[in-house]
């Protein structure tokens, strides 16, 4: 089945470390996201792309990077730089241009100690 | 600025009565709107969207919501609320002008009594 799988589902570092979340897309899909999601929040952009090779900043970037070297990959490095880095994280991805409908992981929480 | 509302942060309502979740947006012109749901520990699910055309739309799970452009609202219904329902619902909205940013409301966490 076509979908979007995110690893790990549970991440633990600490205070000082870098730590990467992948996230793997089979649905051919050229946008993909990464969303941060804290209590109370909603959902707020890190980062998105649109296609290979190329990124945006979203609202809350800052103390995060991306790569997109593949289709079907993007994933995210939250940077010691994070100063509150402990959350749940969503990768999601769309179709095209206008459509909107979001397809989402089942998230990975971090949680720094 | 573009924003969605979601005015309730949590609702309780009893197992079989009738929902309504409320959602406005703030925007130049009508986007495309969407309610999404996510359970514990999950990704979100899409449950409907409206694009254009009939202002009732049906989703998922038997969920159905209305546009209504007068007020910049699309409120999320359900007829009789099964246990499972419980779950925190997303309203959203993405320019229908073309665009790759959806903005999301805060969320309204559902709870079910028996």
Redesign the interface.
């Known amino acids: 089945d076509g979908g979007i799988t995110q690893s790990p589902k549970y991440l633990f570092r600490k205070e000082g470390q870098n730590v990467t979340l992948s996230c793997e897309q089979n649905l051919n899909h050229d946008a993909m996201y990464w969303y941060r999601q804290d209590p109370g929040q909603g959902l707020r952009l890190i980062y998105y792309s649109q296609i290979v090779n190329d990124f945006q900043k979203g609202d809350i970037a800052e103390g995060y990077s991306v790569s997109r070297e593949k289709k079907e990959s993007f994933p995210l490095t939250v940077t010691s730089a994070q100063k509150n880095p402990t959350a749940f994280y969503l990768c999601a991805s769309t179709g095209g241009v206008g459509t909107g409908e979001l397809f989402f992981g089942e998230g990975s929480r971090l949680t720094v100690l | 600025a573009q924003s969605v509302t979601q005015p309730d ?1 949590h609702i309780t309502v009893s197992e079989g009565a009738s929902l309504e979740l409320r959602c406005n947006y703030s925007y130049g012109a009508t986007p ?1 709107l ?1 309610w ?1 749901v996510q359970s514990p ?6 449950l409907l ?1 409206y694009f254009s055309g009939d202002t009732l739309v049906q989703g998922i799970k038997g969920f159905e919501a209305e546009f209504k452009r007068s007020q910049s609202s699309f409120n999320l219904r359900k007829p009789s609320v099964h246990w499972s329902d419980a779950a925190e619902y ?1 309203c ?1 909205v ?1 320019p ?1 002008t ?5 903005i ?4 309204t966490r559902l709870f079910v009594k028996a």
Not at chain 2, 41 to 46: P, S
Request: charged share 10%; net charge positive.
């Open positions: 942060i495309y969407f999404y520990g999950q990704g979100l699910q899409l969207k997303f959203a993405v229908s073309g665009g790759f940013k959806t999301f409301g805060a969320g």
